[in-house]
């Protein structure tokens, strides 16, 4: 009698043991990446960071703060730039060893990236019930592994504070409608002004109250300033602030605004001001109209995701540093791909060009536009589309971002879990 045929297993996902292990590759291969991905930032040896110490020294000796320069091969002069509230709170450091400062800069950085990248992605991974640890531990990584989160460690940069500052009041404070919503986006402004365009979003998005306390934040901490160093803080607010020269080419790749993208078009030439405050206007008003449409939405990490993009833009001077916003436009990206109906053909077309993006926008963002290109030292036009492009590829992703970053409509609680 012959044998029965033996039915093969049935195909199951039920495999703990197998996703362990693929988990596992994955997070180990990204880390085993992001040591190649920072090595051209060691040149930068902490560049930004000696500069404020030296400037505080310079301070210090009795010498006129913003009388501090630094020459720099690239870029010429460098100056002291920043306002007096972030002097005030650079100097203590300045007490301390320079590798003492190095290390709590770089600490303070890498929790900053941790904890708001868990604000950030935590939402998406409970609602879609994906694996929390996982999830978490890949974003952490990715966050790392970015240009931005790079340049801003290995220059020794700030910008993750005022992150932390930005996101903690838009993301918690003003949607739960504490009293104390607008502080942080307040003192981020009057540590580094570019922040000041959040406050234009809190009022757009008639959010009056937590508007009036940022503006009055950024106000009494420039005041307090200016009670502890009058002269300095004089000099900034009447001279240095306008004075763009002070902080570097505009034309040099490194600066991804418009202005900057204008400039590479017109070195060694500057470019007129009449077109580029006309794009201002335009891009200011798009963004912040698509901005208040998503808050409106109920959807605040896409309201200020858009207006960080629109600060980035218009500002004269945006170096790759600054360029934080487009981390949360991805988790926007995916989660939107994620909430897509799987059953329709429409559905399935929307998730592909979502992933798509999202992917596209991580990895423009990983390889960057100067940590793995030589521009050379001299002004030069960009003289071909190719160069045009990756010269210039933070502002053309930004300007595609405004215009097509999805609004994610909930009709489940979108509020972020608690800071706790």
């Known amino acids: ?103 709590i800069f770089t600490i303070l950085t890498g929790i900053g990236v941790m904890v708001t990248t868990r604000w950030l992605v935590l939402p998406v991974v409970e609602r879609h019930h994906l694996p929390r640890l996982f999830g978490l531990t890949v974003a952490v990584l990715l966050a790392f592994a970015v240009e931005s989160t790079r340049e801003t460690i290995t220059f020794g940069q700030i910008n993750m504070l005022l992150v932390v500052l930005i996101l903690a009041d838009l993301l918690f404070a003003v949607p739960q409608g504490r009293r104390w919503a607008g502080v942080g986006v307040g003192l981020a402004t009057a540590l580094k002004l570019y922040p000041g365009i959040f406050i234009l979003y809190l009022l757009v998005t008639r959010r009056w109250w937590a508007a009036a306390v940022a503006a009055a934040t950024a106000a009494l901490a420039t005041l307090l300033a200016a009670a502890v160093a009058p002269a300095d803080s004089w000099r900034f607010w009447t001279q240095e602030l306008w004075a763009t020269d002070r902080v570097g080419r505009t034309d040099y790749t490194g600066n991804q605004s418009l202005f900057g993208l204008l400039s590479r078009i017109t070195a060694p030439e500057k470019p007129s001001q009449l077109p580029w405050l006309l794009l201002v206007v335009v891009v200011t008003g798009f963004g912040l109209w698509r901005a208040a449409r998503a808050a409106r939405a109920g959807d605040a990490l896409a309201g200020l995701t858009l207006t960080g993009l629109v600060g980035g833009l218009v500002s004269p001077i945006t170096w790759t540093h600054h360029l934080y916003w487009f981390i949360p436009a991805v988790v926007v990206l995916v989660d939107a791909a994620l909430d897509t109906d799987r059953g329709a053909a429409e559905g399935v077309r929307q998730r592909r060009w979502l992933l798509t993006l999202a992917v596209g926008t991580a990895f423009v963002i990983i390889y960057g536009v100067v940590s793995f290109q030589d521009w050379g030292v001299a002004p030069a036009r960009t003289d071909n589309p190719g160069e045009f492009v990756a010269r210039n590829a933070y502002v053309l992703l930004s300007l595609l971002l405004l215009a097509v970053l999805p609004t994610r409509l909930r009709r489940r609680s979108a509020e972020p879990p608690a800071t706790s």
């Open 1 to 103: 009698m012959p044998a029965e045929p033996v039915a093969p297993p049935a195909v199951t996902d039920d495999d703990p043991g197998g996703r362990t292990v693929r988990r596992l590759v994955t997070v180990v291969a990204l880390a085993a990446v992001l040591p190649a991905l920072y090595l051209p930032g060691r040149v930068h040896d902490f560049f930004d960071l000696k500069i404020y110490m030296r400037a505080m020294d310079w301070w210090a000796g009795g010498h006129p703060l913003y009388d501090y320069v630094q020459p720099d091969r690239v870029q010429g002069a460098l100056y002291f730039t920043y306002p007096p509230l972030s002097a005030l709170l650079l100097r203590p450091f300045a007490l301390l060893p320079l590798g003492a400062t190095v290390a």
